[in-house]
């Protein structure tokens, strides 16, 4: 291994799709790391999920070795990182793992809310920025435009930006010299006991957990019995290594370095993102900064479309959860649904990407109930309650109150959109902080909002309103009181706890009378009446009326006195009105389906 002045430690961070795994394939290339015949294209990527939505849902770190134009080897160590908000937490840990970062910025759209966002980070964690403008062989790159809003939106100096594209290599050289000569070398070297921080971590059906580790001081080695600091977890040394993208094995991992360590841990929980591991001989007397605990902050429950593959989705979630540590779930029942499992995610993308992993991956069809959030349940007697389910929700008349999460959003828009956009954050029960003018086109908009109200089509919004050109990063806020209800939906008086969700009072009744019109298209007719209401604990809100199924019992008269046929009609009319009372509505399955994809997109 080179010595500490020849190491460099980065990360490349930028606004979603503009263009950080691209670059990092021709880092790769050019530093020769991949031979051209195994090059493809998103190398690091490995997810044909990834490959398909152009994002990156995993931490991806690879150790190449470059030979400056001073003539001496160097060893840099990159992370690519994920830049969607749901895994923000993910992306300050890779931070943390590194010295500088390569800010990327697209030559045609500038700076975006994550840009923002990211850069941020990055300065948090002091890193050494060095600013990239990308993709400058569009016909509609703005270059000068761009530099000047690097300046002006980040307080960067322009002049240091480097010019490059990721497509056509242009530009790579000058971002390796970059790399070795404008950031700095290995940090906290030199503490006398041996750190590494775990910035992600991996589950192998053979080797058990893999972290991926940054070793700030000492070294590991295959043997040695280590110690997780957040936990006091004694554990021994199988492997250490580099990924060069693949794993190569190592004799030790010194200081300065970005690898693995393989240890004889079972289960990727014991394994905390951000943990610090150390020597259990020696350990050290602190961890290293910004270790905090993740907690999922969207909940949803998860039901087999088939009630008989309830086993096969519990064994999918158990290995789903062994590679992603921040998936949580329980087993749940629902009288309408079956047995399935409530699960929680980061946010709508992670709960979004675990699903269509489920899908594909184990190969089950799976239907998921309307997103949640975790609300705090202050009770009359002063119990204190997490409620992340509606049905848990206490009775009304004990409930001192109630709070919801709230977001902190940064929203980048067009001037042109300004107007619509405001009454978009009001309708969510938003409240916009201040703008901040930009450019002559663009306007940066504070605002605060309810998580529970982006959940499900905000974003959709935002870019039909801005017509793809809006941007949002947010972050979690605080817990803030609200006039929170819960929205029961009954069928024939019985309540489907499927269809249960909590809104704001406000909302509630437009809400109600949106699903029971949808439920009156989707359910079939019944050979009594069936009434569908949607209810405010003994308040109904909104109806619908699904008519009988009727025979034609006058068919056989003909001419004669109207008593006949009011007296048959009569009779019939008190059979429905037995059969309404006695009378079960079932609900198939595929109404379910249809109602739960429609309400999350209502």
Not at 242 to 260: N, S
Not at 534 to 543: D, E, Q, T, Y
Request: charged letters at 25%; proline letters at 4%; aromatic letters at 6%.
């Amino acid at each position: 291994m080179p010595d500490l002045a020849h190491i460099r430690n980065f990360c490349i961070i930028a606004h979603v799709d503009h263009g950080k795994t691209t670059l990092s394939d021709r880092l790769l290339e050019t530093t020769r790391t991949v031979a051209m015949r195994e090059m493809t294209a998103q190398h690091l990527d490995s997810m044909d999920l990834e490959r398909e939505r152009g994002i990156t849902i995993k931490c991806h770190p690879v150790a190449m070795q470059y030979r400056a134009k001073n003539g001496e080897l160097y060893w840099l160590n990159l992370i690519d990182t994920p830049g969607h908000v749901d895994f923000s937490y993910e992306v300050s840990r890779s931070l943390a793992a590194c010295e500088g970062a390569l800010l990327l910025v697209d030559a045609s759209q500038g700076v975006e809310a994550q840009t923002v966002a990211n850069a941020q980070l990055a300065l948090n964690q002091q890193l050494t920025i060095i600013p990239v403008i990308n993709k400058i062989d569009l016909p509609g790159a703005r270059v000068e435009h761009a530099r000047k809003q690097i300046e002006d939106v980040l307080q960067i100096p322009g002049d240091d930006a480097i010019l490059a594209s990721g497509k056509s290599g242009l530009g790579i050289d000058d971002i390796l010299e970059a790399v070795v000569h404008r950031l700095p070398p290995p940090r906290w070297a030199d503490y006398p006991a041996t750190r590494a921080l775990v910035f992600d971590s991996t589950y192998d059906s053979y080797q058990g957990v893999i972290s991926y580790v940054r070793v700030f001081s000492g070294s590991f080695k295959a043997g040695d019995e280590i110690m997780m600091m957040s936990q006091r977890t004694r554990v021994i040394v199988k492997e250490v290594g580099l990924f060069e993208p693949g794993p190569r094995p190592l004799p030790t991992l010194d200081a300065g370095c970005t690898g693995y360590v393989v240890t004889n841990i079972k289960d990727v929980h014991d394994i905390k993102i951000g943990d610090t591991m150390t020597h259990f001989a020696n350990p050290a007397a602190e961890m290293l900064p910004g270790y905090k605990e993740v907690r999922p902050m969207v909940f949803s429950g998860l039901y087999p479309l088939d009630t008989g593959d309830h086993e096969k989705l519990k064994s999918s979630l158990a290995k789903l959860r062994l590679n992603d540590s921040s998936l949580v779930y329980t087993s749940e029942s629902s009288v309408a649904l079956g047995f399935g499992f409530r699960c929680g995610f980061l946010g709508l993308l992670h709960m979004e990407i675990v699903q269509e992993r489920i899908r594909r991956e184990y190969d089950l069809d799976i239907i998921s109930t309307y997103p949640s959030v975790v609300y705090h349940v202050k009770k009359s007697n002063g119990e204190m309650l997490e409620i992340d389910n509606p049905v848990q929700l206490p009775d009304p008349s004990t409930i001192l109150a109630i709070a919801e999460p709230t977001i902190r959003a940064t929203i980048l828009t067009p001037n042109s959109s300004i107007g619509d956009l405001l009454a978009l954050i009001s309708e969510k029960r938003g409240i916009c902080d201040r703008t901040e003018t930009l450019d002559e086109e663009r306007i940066l908009l504070h605002a605060k909002l309810p998580l529970n109200e982006i959940l499900v089509d905000f974003n959709d919004r935002l870019k039909s309103i801005t017509r793809g050109y809006g941007s949002m990063d947010y972050e979690v806020g605080d817990y803030e009181e609200a006039d929170l209800v819960r929205l029961d939906i009954l069928v024939n008086t019985d309540s489907v706890d499927a269809f249960a969700s909590i809104v704001h009072r406000d909302k509630a009744e437009g809400r109600g009378r949106a699903l029971c019109a949808k439920l009156k298209d989707i359910l079939p007719q019944q050979m009594f009446k069936v009434a569908i209401q949607a209810a405010i604990g003994s308040k109904i809100v909104a109806r619908e009326t699904i008519s009988a199924l009727r025979k034609d019992v006058t068919a056989k008269c003909y001419g004669g006195d109207i008593t006949r046929k009011r007296k048959l009609l009569e009779k019939q009319k008190e059979g429905k009105k037995r059969m309404k009372q006695i009378g079960k509505v079932e609900i198939p399955q595929d109404a379910f389906v249809k109602i739960l994809h429609t309400s999350a997109g209502s």
